[in-house]
């Protein structure tokens, strides 16, 4: 198994930031591959980024794309989520997530944190 927890969330205005952080412990080795997730009210699960433990490789939605910038620290076990000029329609509960393979399909993710909630108020 691998446990994920997130943190990080918050309320902020709109052009602001915010860092996501998302720890993992367990079976790490189990989950090369650490993907952010989002889910505004009403809506489905829509992927926001991923990168991999072993080489790297970030890759975003096109809807942060710029914006977004998604980093880990191998020693620490830790993926983050750097969020620069926020937009109300970022405002969602943002989950962490973990598998082996690389995927923008959430249901491809056998892993996840209990999410944290971004507000962003215009």
């Known amino acids: 198994q691998v446990q994920l927890v997130e943190s990080g969330g918050g309320l902020v205005q709109a052009g602001g930031s915010l860092r996501l952080s998302c720890a993992a412990s367990g079976r790490t080795f189990r989950s090369d591959v650490m993907g952010w997730f989002r889910q505004a009210p009403g809506k489905e699960r829509e992927f926001v980024a991923r990168?991999?433990?072993?080489?790297?490789?970030?890759y975003y939605a096109d809807s942060v794309k710029g914006r977004f910038t998604i980093s880990r620290d191998n020693a620490k076990n830790t993926v983050y989520l750097q969020m620069n000029n926020l937009k109300p329609e970022d405002t969602a509960v943002y989950y962490c997530a973990a598998d082996l393979r690389p995927s923008t399909n959430p249901s491809m993710y056998s892993y996840w944190g209990q999410g944290t909630q971004v507000t962003v108020s215009s």
């Open positions: 990168i991999s433990w072993s080489i790297g490789g970030a």
